[in-house]
């Protein structure tokens, strides 16, 4: 298992057959290269679980706040 923040290594991996990848569908839209892999849709929905992370004990702006305050109200499934 290779986990990469950068979609090119990713694909470069791919490329070189040396494994499969699941990556954001917007990657398989904008592809035009002389290596194309095959890009195959997941059925369902696959979820994410995001927190909010910020240091407790510094100053938060109040921009910060209404921020937080925003994602806090957010609904979690669409």
């Known amino acids: 298992m290779f986990e990469s923040s950068n979609i090119e290594t990713v694909q470069a991996l791919v490329a070189a057959g040396m494994g499969i990848a699941l990556v954001p569908s917007m990657i398989s839209r904008n592809q035009q290269r002389e290596f194309t892999p095959a890009y195959l849709p997941l059925k369902g929905h696959p979820s ?3 927190v909010i992370a ?3 004990d510094r100053y938060l702006s109040k921009a910060a706040e209404a921020f937080i305050q925003t994602l ?3 609904p979690l499934h669409h």
């Open 48 to 50: 994410r679980t995001l």
């Open 54 to 56: 910020y240091r407790h």
């Open 72 to 74: 806090q109200q957010v």
